[in-house]
């Protein structure tokens, strides 16, 4: 990197956390990186590289290229990808990306690795180039098959939120490989480390996906945007891929089904130029996507982008009908920020998930006050299995109790690990009007009070429980003369005193 500033008199370093930047350690391995340089002086000759490199020249260049012109090409440059992990030490994660893009299609790149092997002691070659060129192939590394019966998934290590997270997870990762830099990510591709790059962000921009995508593609891999849509690098193009980031080495299309519609409906696909469309038009007048074309149509001209996620949730009207947490979300604070929006919203979200068991027990009561003020309740509401928190069952059936209409259906896992369920779900059963139409209890019931109680509730509700499961009468009469026996011996169970009361 060569800072641009021509006023200071004594060359500085780039700015970085001393603890962290080992300039001794850079100075002895790239002495000419920190030097400042003047852009009105002239480049020194010992920074021009003049050598060839006969491995490249051993080959020939595809005869696809032979009629590209000079303004078919946009070259995309990347100086340092992987920049925060630059900082805090992570040499490795660091590449140079040099794209080169033939009528907005990404076609040639290279990926340097400055730092490759700084760790592996004296005598290991530094640095490593990796280039490739589509109609040719990709060279410079070793070429590995990625573990069977895995899915590890790479994503970033430093600009997460948690769309990129619910994007990660919803294809199934049996691992998440969070590392920094676009480039050091299709190096984990391409040497078989990961199964798949997944980047549900706009962070991206096009020159840290241009050299990448063509060494990828040129292997056969793909490299496209969330939708499946390719990423364009003609010049006019926007710098940000909008549409996120999607690549792999195969089975690209089952990773672009898994990404949910909530999330693929903020990514944007990139608009081809007038010029790439009549050239494909030329080519295959029929072949061109119909969807592409009336987005061109729509959108040409419009260079404002989509606002962000949660802004645009807070702007649309109306509000989404679903609406999906991650599990488990990495911001805790986004879920009173969460029940706050959903309290504002009208009409709130015919459904709402939660994770499973979830990492901050506060949510709980907040996610219950929400639909006690939301007008409609929700229609259905589930909870994990079995609910790590206890009291999210008290809280639940507080709800419960208080809101018009009570749900018509309402289930609980069977069997309940905390067994004080079934006194507060019988008060709560006692206590509305009309009683839930379905009710239905495991059969046999480990917890043999419930059936006293559960009867207590049956004799004193008006209309009864138009449908109710338990096990045949011979075997729940069998279960009441047990928990009779039973309880004789265990009269300071306060359950059992419960249920006797209830006699
Ligand atoms: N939210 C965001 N804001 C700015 N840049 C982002 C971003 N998300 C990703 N990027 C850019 O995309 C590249 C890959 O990101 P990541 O390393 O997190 O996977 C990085 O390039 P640079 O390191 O060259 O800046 C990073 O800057
Ligand atoms: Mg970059």
């Known amino acids: 990197m060569f800072s641009s500033s021509s006023s200071s ?47 490249v020249l051993s080959h020939t260049c595809p005869d696809i290229y032979k009629n590209v012109t000079d303004d078919q090409i946009v070259i995309w440059v990347d100086p340092l990808d992987g920049t925060a992990e630059f900082t805090q030490g992570l040499l490795d994660h660091v590449t140079v990306l040099i794209g080169v893009a033939v009528n907005g299609e990404a076609k040639g790149g290279i990926i340097y690795q400055p730092y490759y092997n700084y760790q592996a002691g004296q005598g290991a070659p530094l640095g490593r180039c990796i280039w490739g060129l589509i109609g040719l192939g990709s060279f410079g590394f070793t070429r590995e098959v990625p573990p069977p019966n895995q899915n590890l998934i790479t994503t970033t290590r430093s600009h997460s939120d948690w769309v990129v997270t619910e994007a990660v997870n919803s294809c199934e990762p049996t691992e998440i490989v969070r590392v920094g830099g676009a480039g050091h ?12 790059y997944v980047f549900a962000s706009k962070g991206c921009k096009k020159w840290d996906t241009c050299a990448p995508e063509a060494v990828l593609c040129a292997i056969g891999g793909s490299l496209t945007d969330l939708l499946g849509k390719p990423i364009l690098y003609h010049s006019s193009v926007q710098r940000r891929n909008a549409g996120g980031v999607l690549a792999t080495v195969q089975n690209h299309q089952w990773y672009v089904d898994r990404i949910p519609q909530e999330i693929r409906e903020n990514f944007v696909s990139d608009i081809p130029s007038d ?32 606002p962000e996620f949660d802004k645009f949730f807070q702007s649309t009207q109306p509000s989404p009908s679903s609406l999906c947490v991650p599990n488990p979300h990495p911001v805790p604070s986004v879920y009173p920020t969460l029940t ?45 299995y079995p609910h790590p928190i206890p009291s999210v069952y008290s809280t639940l059936t507080h709800f419960l109790q208080s809101s018009q209409p009570s749900p018509s259906f309402f289930s609980l896992p069977n069997p309940h690990p905390v067994s004080s369920v079934y006194s507060t779900l019988t008060q709560f059963l006692l206590s509305t009007l009309p009683s839930p139409n379905f009710f239905s209890l495991l059969n046999p019931h480990p917890v043999p009070s419930v059936y006293p109680t559960l009867t207590q509730f049956l004799q004193s509700t008006q ?5 109710f499961c338990l096990p045949t009468l011979t075997q729940f009469l069998l279960s009441i003369q047990t928990f009779y026996l039973s309880s004789t011996h265990c009269s300071a169970d306060p359950e059992k005193g419960l249920a006797r009361q209830g006699k």
Not at 9 to 24: E, G, H, L, R, Y
Not at 353 to 382: A, G, M, R, W
């Open 9 to 55: 008199p004594s060359p500085q370093p780039p700015s970085m956390p001393s603890a962290i930047f080992n300039k001794k350690f850079h100075e002895r391995l790239f002495p000419w990186s920190l030097k400042s340089l003047d852009p009105a002086e002239k480049i020194p000759d010992s920074y021009i590289v003049t050598e060839v490199t006969e491995d």
């Open 340 to 384: 706050q929006f959903l309290q504002s919203t009208q009409p709130s979200p015919s459904s709402l998930c939660v994770p499973n068991i979830h990492p901050v027990p506060s949510v709980y009561p907040t996610l219950t006050q929400f639909p006690l003020c939301t007008q409609h309740s929700p229609s259905s509401f589930s909870l994990p």
């Open 463 to 467: 209309p009864s429980p138009s449908s």
């Open 275 to 306: 010029e790439m469309l009549q050239s494909k038009q030329q080519v295959a007048e029929d072949s061109v996507d119909s969807a592409v074309t009336s987005r061109v149509q729509g959108d040409l001209g419009s260079s404002v982008d989509p």
């Open 185 to 196: 990510k299709v190096l984990l591709l391409i040497e078989g480390k990961v199964h798949a």
